[in-house]
Every structure is written in C-alpha cells, then in structure tokens.
C-alpha cells in the first residue's frame, strides 16, 4: 500500500493485489474518536464480500482486570430490533454464535471501553456478525473471532468506526441506538433501561449544573428522590395503619360467619366501607413503597458500566465504581437499614417474623452489597437516612392512635385517627 496524507485529518491508502485495485480513506472527526472510512475495490469480476474482524480482545488498564475480562462482549443492533450482545465467556473454544442482518451496528467492547462498525445513513446495512469462542487462557475467556460481513456494492463501501470510552453522552450523539451497545439489566433490559436513561440524564445534569463531585451528586440525587416520593410512602404508612386496625374486626367477622361464606363476604365489604377502604387498599397502599426499588436497581446496573464513575473519589474513597474495602459504607448502609425496621416496628402488634426480618434483611443487605460499588452502597445509605424522619413520625402517630385493648380506632380517609365525636 502507499500511503497519501489529504490534509490533516484525511489520510489515503492505495494498492493493487493481482488484478484487484483496492483504495481505502479514513477521515478523523476531532475529538470524537470517530473515524469516517470510505473505499473501493476495482477489478472485481463477481459479487464480493467485504469482511471486517472486530477487536478479539481488548487490552484492560482496570484495577480489577477479571471483572474487566467479564464484561468483554461483542454487541450488535439489528435494523428492526433492540440491541443483542453476547458475552465472551458464553463461548466454549470454537463454539459459534451468528447475528444475522440487517445490522446497524457491530460492536466489541470491555467494560468501559468500545471499538464499534457503525453504518452510515441511507447505506446498505451489515449482513451478518459471526463469533467463534477462542482458547480459553486464564480464569475468564477474554479472546474471541468475531467477523463482521457487507456485500459489496459496485465494489463500494463506507461506514463509521468508533473507537473510544463508553460516555454515555458521546454514544447518545452517535445516534442509531449506540447508546444501547452498552445494554443495562440483561435480562431485565426492557425494563431497566427506559430508567437508566432518566438515571444518567439527571446525575449529568446535577454533575454539570451543580458543579460538583459525583459523590456529592448521588447524595442529593438520593434525598431528592426520597423527598419526591415522600408523599407516596406517606399515603402507603398511614394505609397500613388502618389495615391493622382493620384486622381484629375482619377477623371477628370471618369467625362469626365461617358458616355462611356469602353472608360473610357482604360483612367484611361493611367493614371496609365503614372505614374508607376496599380489599385492594392494602396492595395500593404497597405499591409507593416500592417506587424507589426502579431507581436503585437501575443505579446497580449504570455502576457496573459506566465510566463516567471511574476513578472519581469521594471523601475518603479513592474511587466510588470500586468496592469500599474499608467496609465503612456498606456497614452504615446495614446499620441505617437496621434503624429503618427498628423505628418501622415501634408502636406495631408484636410479630415475631417480622422481628426477626428486622434483624435478617440489613445483614443480608450487607452481604449482598458488601462487594458492589462504593457509589450504590453511599446512595443506599443516603436513600435510608433521608427515610428515617418520615418512619419515625408515622411511629409516633401510630403510637399516639393506640387505645386500650378492646376499644376500637376509627380512622379518617387520610389515615389519621379520627377525634371522637361530642355528645
């Protein structure tokens, strides 16, 4: 080949294999790691294929370079469907696995790093990606042979190679879904994903708008959002109130008609309608409290691969996508946790199961997120301490609505006890 430089951003390669003439351009756009490549082949008689191999393997300059291994991927985004990736440690040596076409994209990628094929518009898309699992050579497989095809048109083709960090931003402005060449959730995609986006838009745009450290962003990010689902979580306490207050009259009812299941049911429906409520309260009433659950689990899955976290500190961290091997936030974030059900439990009947719940799930808590993040286990710990003074007063409007044992408690639509009425 001999080489042309066009100008400072164009440069030309041309050569000749026997009767064949092959002329390749790449372009660069300025800090994009975007390289334009346009070609042609002369000289062809028959109907021709290009093929483009993607990245074997990419080179890891994480601290933890077998996590980094266990995300190596190849991912693609067929024309008419989401995005698919398949994991290089899915693939045994020499086991296949092929996408076929149209695709508008093929990709290989680590965990924060991507060297992509993407096709421009109106052009012809890619037909195929075949993978082949290579030999396997430490604890993870880490090397495939993944061949990305395009017929060539009048020996003519182009497309966009990008190779560069898994920004959120940049993958967004490339258009064509590359955002999703890092897919969020597996298995849970479809429904992760809507919310990743939302997720990373907000923490850029406190990151930016606020000016400040990342650290800083998810504790407001995390109160912010325990303020704006307060009202929600209030509404499911004061509901679970009145079910318990509910419970010794339902069950009195189910008692003294166990006989007569038709009459029984008209009872239990008076006593619901006697208290503002229906038997599908207590499902409305759980449902708030389970609106934070989207973000959190949301917020496991940016952790795992966005770089945007990387190698940010925070106070004493010295890198909030690295696990605290201190263990400091992941043993506040089980106390906080503990604080939660114990403040939870006070003024309720005594319940051994849940007692012993209030004891069970922090500590499961601690061991499941003992390795995770530093970042999700400071955003869970802000999450718990922003609940604590909501918990606590409904604690205490609990404790106050209590009457002697006997005495019935009627309560308001709202939730709160109702004053008892003047003679």
Known sequence: FTTERIDDRTVRFTGRSGALGVAITYSFAPDSFIARV???????????????????????????????????????????????RVAFNELDPGEQELFEGPLTWAASKSKYFIAGFLTMDGDRPFDEVQVTGGAVTGKVESRVDAVLRQGLEQGRFRFELYTGPQEWRRLVA??????????????????????????????????ES????????????????????????????????????????????????????????????????EHGMSPFSALSGCLPMLLPMPVFITLFFVFQNTIE???????????????????????????????????????????????????????????????????????????????????????RERQKSKKPAGAATVMTADGRPAKPKKA
């Open 38 to 84: 346009g070609g042609e082949v002369t000289g062809l008689t028959t109907p021709a294929v290009l093929q483009l191999r993607l990245p074997s393997g990419l080179h890891s300059a994480e601290a933890d370079t077998l996590e980094d291994q266990r995300n190596l991927a190849v991912a693609v985004k067929p024309v008419r469907d989401g995005a698919k």
């Open 210 to 273: 606020l000016r400040l450290e990342y650290g800083w962003v998810l504790v407001i990010f995390g109160v912010a959002i325990r303020l704006l689902l307060w009202p929600f979580n209030q509404k499911a306490m004061r509901t679970s109130m009145k079910m318990q207050v509910l419970q010794p009259e339902l069950q009195a009812v189910q008692e003294k008609y166990k006989a007569d299941p038709q009459k029984m049911q008209m009872e239990v429906m008076k006593v619901y309608k």
């Open 174 to 207: 490339l258009g064509r879904d590359f955002e999703n060449s890092n897919p969020y959730g597996g298995w849970l995609q479809g429904f992760v994903q809507p919310f990743a986006r939302l997720v990373m838009r907000s923490l850029l745009w406190m990151h």
């Open 309 to 395: 976290f990387r190698g940010v500190p925070f106070l004493y961290l010295s890198d909030i996508s690295q696990p605290d091997h201190t263990f400091i936030i992941p043993l506040l974030m089980a106390a906080s946790a503990y604080a939660l059900s114990w403040i939870g439990m006070r003024g309720m009947p005594p319940n051994p199961q849940a007692k012993v719940m209030g004891y069970v799930f922090p500590a499961m808590m601690l061991v499941f997120f003992y390795s995770a993040a530093a970042g999700l286990n400071l955003y869970y710990f802000i999450q718990n301490v922003a609940a604590l003074p909501q918990q606590w007063l409904i604690a």
